[in-house]
């Protein structure tokens, strides 16, 4: 785009012009200024070279005596008996008074010649020239509102941990979209497994999400006042359902009540046969509307900013945690104790249908997490480096750093969060198991490389947003297979090289790449998620 134009033409040929929101040089005294400059930065040079060598023999004494601070790459992690905070290093020697006043005149000079660069012989002149005010960009205009007659108020309860509920939100957000619906804004599950009291506003960030959608949808806080005392039909939509079970079944309870509230939202729309511009909402809602809310970005960027400056990084999902073992009933590697201590957490949850579970069953059919000790053979049969940055995404796995062992053993480098955060950092998330996991998924989303080790929602919704930001690499573990070539390696049936050569040959493939969704129309659980690959909205 053109940059603004100057009536004056005489004026232009003796500016400069740079990119929009820089400063403009005057080049009136060029030839003086330039001058003048040279000659104070010899002398400057000169006086700092002299200030140096009289402080190296004391910065030698600092070697001497241990060295100057560990860089990123030579942290202790979890793996390591020593803390971060228990590296001391000796104090550097003070400056002597006269260096001290050779560095303030140093200083001094670069800031004369700065001055006499920008400005020249003629401050007049120069300031006239150089005063050019930044042009602030301003944010982007809010669209215009969809005005639309709404058929009456939708409210939600969100069900799950943080990945299920983000689903269940884009879902219930297409749905109050398709039947001209007001929509307020969803609750969060507050009394699962996690017992998280966050509210949407401390996930999310609601005044972005109400005003990105606003040409699409009508999204309010809470229900009017004249809305709050009438009989509200509280009901779970059907799972897995197409946007006709909506438009026959559900909108003509609108026309007969006010507000119905849904009290459940996942899996509440099917995966596939869904109209293109539906599927492409439920997109715009996922990667667009529902941003993280300043503190937890924040703290997600710092997280982010610290793995990178050890260049690149693996994420891995350790989904070997409590819950998830007690709800799988997986208990490969735990004691009698252990076992019986997940059983007694998963009879405990009503809401939790499966009770009586063969573990060993459950795991040869691929369906329960590796634990981290399978997971550090995986992890060396893929040719992951040994001295990799590997940053593990999940809440206190199981077992602490006992089951932590083996893993910490092949790959010494492992990071979480508690290492990587202060405890001021932290103490905003403590008790807030959906904004830790908000934290997770932002480095997850960052990492150079993403591995689940068991393929839950936030493996789910992850792997999708990962294609989405241009297939970023993402395995899909084939659980099954590798419990078959693990069980064969570990009973020494086949050689390391053979085991290697069979995990690299399997996930060719499974690397998040482009393709096609599998489709299996009576049996919705087990055909491929749409928020793990919505191609229908990803570049070709």
Not at 14 to 39: L, N
Not at 107 to 122: D, V
Not at 404 to 415: M, S
Request: aromatic letters at 10%; hydrophobic letters at 40%; glycine letters at 6%.
């Amino acid at each position: 785009m053109e940059e603004g134009k100057s009536g004056n033409s005489s004026s232009s040929g003796r500016k400069k012009k740079m990119k929009r929101g820089s400063r403009i040089i005057s080049y009136s005294g060029g030839c003086e200024s330039i001058r003048r400059c040279i000659i104070l930065s010899i002398c400057s040079i000169v006086a700092m070279i002299w200030a140096i060598s009289l402080w190296y023999p004391l910065v030698t004494v600092v070697l001497d005596r241990g060295g100057f601070p560990l860089h990123h790459d030579q942290l202790p992690g979890p793996c390591d008996d020593d803390s971060i905070a228990a590296v001391v290093m000796p104090d550097p020697p003070p400056l002597p008074p006269l260096m001290v006043l050779m560095l303030w005149a140093v200083w001094c000079t670069i800031g004369y010649s700065t001055t006499l660069l920008h400005n020249g012989p003629n401050p007049n002149a120069a300031a006239a020239a150089a005063v050019v005010p930044v042009v602030v960009e301003p944010d982007p205009p809010l669209r215009a509102r969809r005005k639309y007659k709404s058929n009456g108020f939708l409210r939600v309860s969100c069900n799950g941990g943080l990945n299920q509920m983000r689903s269940g939100i884009c879902d219930m957000v297409t749905i109050a979209r398709y039947l001209n619906l007001t929509l307020v804004v969803p609750r969060l599950d507050k009394t699962s497994f996690w017992s998280d009291t966050s509210d949407f506003k401390d996930i999310f960030d609601l005044e972005h999400f109400i005003n990105s959608l606003r040409d699409e949808v009508r999204i309010v806080r809470a229900l009017p006042r004249t809305k709050r005392n009438v009989s509200i039909l509280s009901m779970p939509p059907r799972s897995w359902s197409s946007e006709q079970y909506y438009l026959t079944q559900i909108l003509p309870l609108f026309r007969k009540h006010q507000v119905i509230f849904f009290t459940k939202t996942d899996t509440r729309i099917a995966n596939n046969g869904i109209p293109v511009e539906l599927q492409k909402l439920r997109c715009r809602v996922n990667y667009q509307a529902l941003k993280f809310a300043p503190r937890i970005k924040d703290t997600g960027d710092k997280l982010i900013s610290i793995l990178k400056r050890s260049g690149s990084f693996i994420v891995l999902h350790l989904r070997y945690e409590m819950d998830m073992l007690s709800f799988s009933g997986c208990s490969r590697g735990c004691s009698a104790a252990e076992a019986a201590e997940l059983t007694r957490k998963r009879y405990a949850i009503s809401w939790w249908k499966e009770k009586e579970i063969d573990p060993e069953k459950k795991r040869q059919e691929g369906l329960c997490p590796f634990t981290p000790e399978e997971t550090a053979l995986i992890l060396k049969g893929l040719g992951i480096d040994k001295n990799a940055w590997i940053y593990i995404a999940a809440g206190e796995i199981y077992g602490g750093e006992r089951r932590l062992a083996g893993l910490c053993a092949e790959f010494p480098k492992l990071a979480t969060k508690e290492m990587l955060l202060s405890e001021e950092d932290l103490q905003p998330f403590r008790n807030h198991s959906t904004q830790m996991a908000a934290l997770d998924y932002m480095v997850s989303l960052a990492s150079d490389v993403f591995i689940p080790t068991y393929y839950g929602n936030m493996a789910k919704l992850v792997e999708g947003h990962r294609r989405y930001l241009g297939f970023k690499t993402t395995y899909q573990l084939n659980r099954k297979g590798l419990v078959d070539l693990l069980d064969k390696f570990q009973s020494k049936n086949i050689s390391w090289d053979e085991f290697s050569f069979q995990v690299k040959d399997m996930h060719e493939d499974r690397k998040g790449q482009a393709g096609r969704r599998t489709v299996l129309p009576l049996l919705p659980k087990e055909e491929d998620y749409f928020y793990a690959n919505p191609y229908e909205c990803l570049p070709d």
